[in-house]
């Protein structure tokens, strides 16, 4: 039996299924993925623009990187991979997504059950007192219209918590499932990257690179995102 057909078996088997995406389940959306070495990553210090540091004490640096990113996911859209997996929620073959991914893309595939533990791009508020905000408002370069302080988008900054109803919805979900399925993550991030221990379940690690986590996992699927979703979804699809 080869690995894909392993993976598939456990698939079939499995009473409760969860998956993990990072960056590189939205790479073949056209987005950057800013680990990659050819990603951003290289071009942009991630570290010095997506802070709490740059949003108090250089917002038009801060404010110019999340419009460019906000203009560039304009253009790109959810993959066959994305669609997979909202079909397969609704096959009840899936049953919970947990993402690092900002893009929103699972949802606009589909899925309906996803913890979005980096939080949204697509939504806004005051940095100051919390107030929700247009894209329309944060792109114009508006202040709070309650308090002036400056606007922001929903996501997970460097320094900042991880929005506690995803992240403890992620881990129960996790701990409890038979299969945990790791998609396109590095697992280079903190506490993210612990999420896939909590399971008892079996851990199968899809990725392009296979890093050094490799060990951790039952079994490793060497490959891009959607290719090897799409190999997985026909072999699903076949003896059902
Ligand atoms: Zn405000």
């Not at 070495?37 to 917002?59: P, R």
């Not at 059950?113 to 894209?135: M, P």
């Not at 929903?154 to 900042?160: A, P």
């Amino acid at each position: 039996m080869n690995n894909l057909q392993k993976v598939d078996d456990w698939l079939r088997s499995s009473k409760k299924t969860v998956v993990l995406t990072g960056a590189g389940m939205s790479t073949e959306s056209g987005v950057p993925d800013f680990r990659s070495a050819s990603g951003w990553w290289t071009k942009t210090d991630l570290q010095k623009v997506a802070t709490v540091d740059a949003l108090e004490f250089n917002y038009p640096l801060f404010h110019e990187f999340y419009s460019m990113r906000i203009r560039l996911l304009e253009k790109c859209a959810p993959h066959e991979g994305h669609h997979i997996l909202a079909k397969w929620e609704k096959d009840g073959i899936l049953h919970r997504i947990a993402t690092q991914n900002v893009d929103g893309f699972h949802f606009q595939a589909g899925s309906k059950c996803v913890d979005e533990l980096h939080g949204s791009i697509y939504t806004f508020r005051c940095h100051s007192c919390g107030q929700s905000a247009s894209k329309e408002s944060f792109l114009a370069k508006e202040r709070c219209g309650h308090c002036q302080g400056y606007l922001r988008p929903n996501v997970v900054l460097f320094g900042e918590m991880l929005p506690e109803k995803a992240w403890q919805n992620a881990l129960s979900n996790i701990q409890s499932a038979d299969l945990v399925i790791v998609i396109g993550t590095s697992l280079e991030v903190y506490p993210v990257n612990q999420l896939p221990m909590m399971t008892k379940g079996k851990k199968v690690y899809i990725n392009k690179e296979i890093a050094s986590h490799a060990s951790y996992f039952d079994c490793i699927l060497e490959g891009k995102a959607k290719e090897v979703l799409i190999k997985l979804d026909e072999l699903l699809s076949t003896n059902k």
